[in-house]
């Protein structure tokens, strides 16, 4: 079957970087000196907030990791990671400029929409809070830190996809992480790399859908 006969009839989102904005910066800037700021989100990751946060992704309890910041990094960039995930709903600040009508878009035009994201279970909370139309628009969710499996595993789509009750052939995975597209290819999942909704929505269209 060629990608522009297959039947698609359901669509998976990642949440940072494809519904939601994501910015550690917009959490910390003007809380903090700006240089470590600037140190905290250089992308080598020097201060390893973003690995920390993965493996908080990966179900680890905050709690159980913060010994470890402080150890490596140091007790007052341990305690900046410690507001940083008090305060995560500061890193968020706003949808993606389209996705909330892509959203409507698809489910107006009966297609499932859904989300899998790698979020830790203590912050994942943030995102329908400030954004309560995700919770209107996504008929569910699957959360890395809840389930402790983590993309791009196989796993993790797996439970989704037997979670949603969709079949891998006639859904679609967006994710703004090429491993994590990968990933969703690996299960049969068609899946796309996202860069933005107007992108979104040709590479979709590519499939056939129409909404």
């Known amino acids: ?39 905290i989100c250089a992308d080598d990751d020097p201060c390893g907030f973003f690995g920390y946060e993965d493996r908080m992704d990966a179900g680890e309890d905050f709690d159980h990791i913060y010994p470890d910041v402080v150890r490596e990094q140091g007790e007052e960039l341990a305690e900046i990671f410690r507001y940083y995930i008090a305060h995560y709903d500061d890193a968020l600040p706003c949808m993606l400029p389209g996705m909330e009508q892509l959203l409507r878009d698809l489910k107006a035009a009966g297609y499932g929409v859904w989300g899998l994201t790698n979020w830790s279970h203590e912050t994942f909370h943030f995102a329908f809070e400030k954004f309560p139309q995700l919770a209107e628009l996504l008929q569910d969710t699957v959360v890395s830190g809840v389930e402790k499996l983590h993309k791009p595993n196989a796993d993790i789509y797996e439970l989704a996809l037997s979670r949603f009750n969709i079949a891998p052939e006639s859904s679609v995975f967006l994710d703004d992480t090429s491993k994590n597209v990968t990933g969703a290819r690996a299960v049969g999942m068609h899946a796309f790399r996202f860069t933005d909704a107007q992108q979104a929505r040709r590479d979709l269209a590519s499939l056939g859908m129409r909404f």
């Open 1 to 39: 079957m060629t990608e522009t006969t297959v039947s698609i009839t359901d669509v998976v989102f990642d949440f940072c970087g494809v519904l939601l904005d994501w910015q550690t910066r917009a959490c910390l800037q003007g809380k903090f000196d700006d240089a470590i700021v600037d140190r």
